[in-house]
């Protein structure tokens, strides 16, 4: 059967039209594919568990660590209040010039009261650079020892805290009845300043680097704690 030109028009015409949809079908799919295909990838945030915090530290077991840590220090010629065989002795690594050393003076001399003959008390200077009257005030301290006047010298200095300079030493110096000459000669020689030093650099290898620094048979102290702290480790030592 021979089909009429127009039969074959009408066929050849819907052939193109089918490869013409397939064609466009194709190439939507192909850029819908690439769309899809070149989208970012969506990360999903994994969650990493976080290492618990550690406990706070247990105080009871921080108090035996510090009786634990205990230390000797050479007195060497700086005098000692008290008796040197008490069976309290109280050490400070101490500067004139800081507050903090002023308010641990206090603690001290209040514990001295309170334990009369069984305690003993020694100060030793730590003299911070950026104080500028630290120095010449240990040494002051220092030279007044040398006539028997320590530790009325270190009392008043730190009562006259806020007034420390050459007046204040001179003006000590009289009111504790020294002879001038000898105390200005002393606290300028090398020898006073060469036993500061010595102070400062034990107290670097006892690992005191601030001030004050305490020891109480020679159980350290870093800091101005109040009395009840040191009170506690008297008790603990079964010194109380």
Do not use: W
């Amino acid at each position: 059967m021979q089909m009429s030109k127009e039969t074959q028009k009408i066929l050849i015409i819907g052939l193109i039209a089918i490869v013409a949809l397939n064609l466009l079908d194709k190439e939507f799919n192909g850029k819908n594919g690439g769309i899809v295909a070149n989208q970012p990838t969506q990360v999903i945030p994994q969650v990493v568990p976080q290492p618990a915090a550690p406990p706070p530290p247990n105080p009871e077991e921080e108090f035996k660590k510090q009786l634990a840590d205990k230390v000797n220090v050479d007195l060497g010629s700086t005098p000692v209040l008290g008796d040197r065989n008490a069976k309290i002795m109280i050490i400070v690594f101490s500067d004139y010039q800081c507050p903090f050393s002023k308010r641990g003076a206090e603690t001290t001399m209040a514990l001295v009261q309170k334990y009369g003959r069984n305690i003993s008390y020694v100060y030793k200077n730590l003299p911070l650079g950026f104080h500028d009257q630290a120095m010449p005030s240990a040494k002051a301290a220092t030279a007044a020892g040398k006539q028997g006047k320590y530790y009325e010298f270190h009392d008043k200095l730190f009562e006259n805290q806020d007034k420390l300079g050459e007046p204040l030493y001179t003006q000590i110096a009289k009111d504790l009845g020294l002879d001038i000459n000898k105390f200005n000669t002393d606290r300028n020689s090398p020898e006073v300043e060469a036993l500061v030093k010595a102070d400062a650099a034990q107290a670097g290898t006892l690992g005191f680097n601030g001030t004050p620094g305490f020891t109480l048979n020679g159980v350290k102290i870093l800091g101005a704690y109040p009395i009840d702290h040191f009170e506690k480790i008297i008790t603990a030592l079964g010194l109380g």
